[in-house]
């Protein structure tokens, strides 16, 4: 039986959204686990200790990343599937 449009973009925007919570995830609860372990290792140039700099800074750089990386890629999906904004 042939997938359905709406099904494929289903299926390949869930599988954008799980991975990004998966992303989410390991930068927001994971690598705060194991701080006293990163902090053994310090940043070259800034001399931060890797994991200050990965709780105070790293984890929100990631997710501005992440936002606007999600924004770009659901939007490839949604173009690929004729689901954009504009293509109405």
Do not use: C
């Amino acid at each position: 039986m042939a997938e359905s449009k709406e099904d494929a973009h289903w299926r390949k925007t869930t599988n954008l959204m799980l991975t990004h919570l998966g992303v989410w995830f390991f930068f927001g609860f994971i690598i705060h686990m194991f701080v006293n372990v990163l902090n053994k290792v310090t940043i070259p140039i800034l001399g931060f200790p890797l994991g200050f700099y990965m709780a105070a800074q790293g984890s929100l750089i990631v997710f501005v990343v992440q936002l606007f990386l999600f924004a770009r890629q659901q939007d490839k999906i949604d173009r690929e599937f004729g689901f954009a904004e504009d293509d109405a």
